[in-house]
C-alpha cells in the first residue's frame, strides 16, 4: 500500500510518462530525413528507434554529462537511421534531429498529465521531475506550459548521475531535505524508475500495462492515478 498520508513530494519521470513525440519519434525522423531528400517510412524508423533504444538503455552510465548525453543520442540516431546516409550528411541530419526535439512542437502531454500536475500541487504535494534526460528538457516543460508545477527538475545530464542508481534519489533526498518514506515516483521504466525507487526505499508506482507480480505497484495509464490521488489511497 502506498502511504499517501505520509508521502511529502513526488516526483515524475519525464519522456514516455508525463510527455512523448509527437506525432512519434519514427515521424519526426521521417520529417528530418525527408528535409535532405532521404525517404524512410516512419513505421520502420519507429520500429529500428525501439531496438536501438533498448540496445543503449541497458548499459550503466556511471558519470552522465551533457556531452555524454548527446553522444548517447547520436549513437542512438546513427543505429536508427543505419546505413541510410552517408557520414557527411548524417552529421548534419543528427544536428537537426537534435535541435527539433528541444522544441515543444515535437512533445505533446500524455493524456491525465496535466490533470494529475494540477490535482497534485492543489492536495499539497510537492513535485518535482526525475529524469534521465538532458537540458532541452526545461525548454520543451516551459514551452508545455508545466514548468511552474515543480519545485526542481532534476535532469541526468545535470546532476551527473543517472537512473536507477541509488544516488540519483539520494541527490533529490538532499535538495528536498525529504527521507525516503515520504517520497513517491511516478515512471514508466520498470528497471529505471520502478526497481530504482524500490532499491532506494521510495514509494513508487509504475505506468505498466502488463500486470506484474509484487512488489511493483502498477496503474494501466497516467490516467489512473487521478482517483488514487482524489482517494489518497492505493493497495
Known amino acids: 500500500m502506498i502511504p499517501f498520508s505520509k ?28 528535409n535532405h531528400g532521404v525517404t524512410v ?28 548525453e548527446k553522444s548517447y543520442w547520436c549513437r542512438i540516431v546513427r543505429k536508427t537511421i ?7 550528411l548524417f552529421g548534419i541530419i543528427f544536428e537537426d534531429l537534435y535541435e527539433t526535439f528541444a ?19 492543489d492536495l499539497g504535494f ?3 521531475v526525475l529524469s534521465n534526460s538532458d537540458q532541452r528538457f526545461r525548454k520543451v516543460f516551459k514551452e508545455l506550459n508545466i514548468l511552474p ?44 524508475d520502478a526497481n530504482g525507487a524500490i532499491a532506494a526505499g521510495w514509494h513508487h508506482l509504475l505506468v505498466e500495462r502488463n500486470q506484474l507480480p509484487d512488489p511493483y505497484r502498477q496503474i494501466d495509464s497516467l490516467q489512473e492515478f487521478i482517483p488514487l490521488l482524489e482517494n489518497r489511497t492505493f493497495s
Open 7 to 34: 508521502i511529502a513530494a513526488i516526483s515524475f519521470d519525464a519522456g514516455g510518462t508525463l510527455i512523448r513525440p509527437y506525432p512519434s519519434v519514427g515521424h519526426v525522423y521521417s520529417e528530418i530525413l525527408s
Open 41 to 68: 517510412e516512419p513505421s520502420l524508423l519507429n520500429r529500428s528507434f525501439r531496438i536501438a533504444l533498448k540496445e543503449e538503455t541497458t548499459s550503466r552510465r556511471e558519470k552522465v554529462t551533457e556531452s555524454s
Open 82 to 88: 543505419g546505413s541510410t546516409v552517408d557520414n557527411g
Open 103 to 121: 522544441s515543444a512542437k515535437r512533445w505533446e502531454l500524455i493524456e491525465g498529465a496535466k490533470e494529475i500536475l494540477f490535482l497534485a500541487r
Open 126 to 128: 510537492r513535485l518535482c
Open 149 to 192: 508545477f515543480f519545485e526542481e527538475i532534476f535532469l541526468s545530464s545535470e546532476i551527473g548521475i543517472e537512473k536507477p542508481n541509488t544516488r540519483a534519489f539520494r541527490h533529490v533526498e538532499s535538495v528536498l531535505k525529504l527521507s525516503p518514506e515520504e517520497l513517491l515516483h511516478v515512471g514508466d521504466s520498470i528497471d529505471h
